[in-house]
């Protein structure tokens, strides 16, 4: 079973738009909800995280929005650029060393 | 920020061998490093948790004796797969909490493995 289900699968994005990729998940003993960005042969590099006390955060042009009675979590991505074409994962995890649960994936492509 | 290395960066090697993949965290204390396979244009799955100094947690379906994980120190965690056979190649990916820290995962570059 799932636990984090993420979507869209793949998403285009025009040059200065948008990007808006969803995640929900089951376990509400979840208290930790980052978000990684994957380039083609690398690692995963964390983007941003939020807790479940806060309903949003914003670093730079990339926010997470959080609703915690919807079991949902979202990141945006202002302006998006065409160096922002990745895969993006979310993620959760809950508070005592134990590991990251990931969601399926979302392929962006940000288009000129 | 924290830094996580992996070596080799990737490796070819042929069936019936053994092969060694090195996790480094470079600039942080890590009590547990995480093991995850990734397959082309999928997500992560992780394999075992390492805990310095103690015995691999592995997860369900994977098989401990042909994945031997060692976590010697607070900087250094290995993996070996044994005996690879071509289905064994793959994205092999590591990552490391920082000790003291419940959350945060950094994640090395990644090895591809390729048996031949």
């Known amino acids: 079973q799932q636990q984090v289900k993420q979507s869209p699968q793949s998403l285009i994005v025009q040059k200065g738009g948008i990007s808006i990729i969803n995640c929900a998940y089951e376990?509400?003993?979840?208290?930790?909800f980052p978000w990684y960005q994957q380039f083609p042969g690398k690692g995963p590099a964390l983007l941003i995280a939020i807790r479940p006390d806060v309903s949003e955060k914003k670093e730079g042009r990339f926010t997470i929005s959080f609703n915690k009675s919807a079991k949902q979590f979202s990141l945006h991505i202002m302006d998006s650029q065409p160096g922002d074409s990745a895969t993006y994962f979310c993620a959760a995890s809950i508070s005592g060393n134990t590991p990251l649960v990931f969601g399926k994936g979302t392929r962006l492509s940000v288009i000129a | 920020g924290a830094v996580v290395s992996q070596h080799p960066s990737w490796v070819i090697c042929k069936s019936g061998t053994s092969v060694k993949i090195e996790c480094r965290s470079l600039?942080?204390?890590?009590?547990?490093m995480f093991w995850y396979r990734q397959f082309p244009k999928q997500s992560l799955m992780l394999m075992a948790t390492s805990n310095e100094g103690s015995k691999a947690t592995y997860e369900q379906g994977v098989e401990k004796d042909k994945f031997l994980i060692n976590h010697a120190s607070l900087t250094l965690s290995t993996l070996t797969v044994t005996s690879a056979h071509p289905e064994d190649s793959s994205f092999y990916i590591c990552?490391?909490?920082?000790?003291?820290?419940?959350?945060?995962?950094?994640f090395g570059p990644g090895t591809r493995l390729t048996v031949l």
């Open positions: 376990n509400t003993a979840f208290d930790y």
């Open positions: 990552s490391a909490r920082e000790a003291g820290q419940y959350h945060t995962q950094y």
């Open positions: 600039d942080f204390q890590a009590t547990t």
